[in-house]
Structure formats: C-alpha cells, structure tokens
C-alpha cells in the first residue's frame, strides 16, 4: 500500500507541472524516485503473489477483505491529499482529476494481486503510465545517467 498507492496523486501532481515545463529539475528526480518505486512495488506484488501460491490457506476472503478495506482506506487519505493540494485547481488540473488517478492505480494493484477492482477507474493521465514503463534508458549525451553506480572495490587507505 505504501509504494503502491501513497504518492502517486503527488508524482502524478509534480510530473504533470514537469511536462509543462515547470519545476522541470524536480520532476526530473520525481522521474527517478518513480522509478525506483515501481521496482519496490513490483517485488512487493510478485512477493504477495509468491505467498498466496505457496499458502493458499493463507488467501482466504477475509484476508482478501482486509486487504480491499485497507486499500481503499488509503485511497481516500490519498484523495484528501490531493483535494489539500488543488482546492481550486491551477494550470488545468484539478483535485477530481487526481482522485480519479489514484482509484485507477488502486485498480490496477488490486488486480495484480488477484483481488476485484472497486472503482472502474479511467486513467486520466495516461502519459502516466509511459513515464513509469521508460524506465533508466536516456541518452547519455542528452540527459545525465541515472543508474547508481557500483563500486569495483572499497578501500580506506
């Protein structure tokens, strides 16, 4: 819930000001922290998913409830941020726009783990989801390198 739900009404906010070229650096590092959320998220699912295959007796409907209940908690903090954010929407954007974002993410995770969706939410920002597949490929003479890099070997002297 934590990386799959919490924050995305906040990258979705900052990502859609950067492509409007507007708070053009931090939506370069919100494009990297992005990133790097999607692969928590995608080990978090495939471990949820490793679980209930390896314990079925665990998945049972009310561990599945719990589950829809805590999310959709999460979906409404998520929804009041945005709602806090844009009371009265700037550049074209709007709280509305952000909610509905947020239930189709909500959607989407719910899915992946082999629960029903509850919003039959639209995806209102479909660059979105182009932002989260580019992953770490750029150019290296048209951008900086954003992978971290790896040490050959430490040494104190």
Not at 74 to 94: F, I, K, Q, S, W
Request: charged share 30%; proline share 4%; aromatic share 14%.
């Amino acid at each position: 819930i934590m990386e799959g739900i919490f924050f995305y009404a906040g990258f979705a906010m900052v990502l859609s000001f950067h492509r409007q070229n507007r708070m053009k650096g931090i939506g370069e590092q919100f494009q990297y922290i992005l990133r790097d959320e999607t692969i928590h998220l995608n080990f978090g699912v495939d471990l949820i998913n490793g679980i209930k295959a390896e314990n079925p007796e665990l998945w049972t409907p009310e561990f599945q409830e719990r589950l829809v209940e805590k999310i959709r908690h999460a979906v409404t903090l998520e929804e009041a941020y945005a709602r806090d954010c844009l009371p009265n929407g700037v550049l074209g954007l709007n709280a509305e726009l952000f909610e509905e974002y947020v239930r189709y993410v909500a959607d989407r995770r719910l899915e992946r783990i082999g629960l029903p969706r509850q919003y039959l939410a639209k995806n209102p920002f479909p660059w979105m989801s182009e932002t989260i597949d580019l992953g770490k490929e750029k150019n290296f003479f048209e951008s900086r390198v954003t992978d971290y890099q790896k040490a050959s070997r430490l040494s104190w002297d």
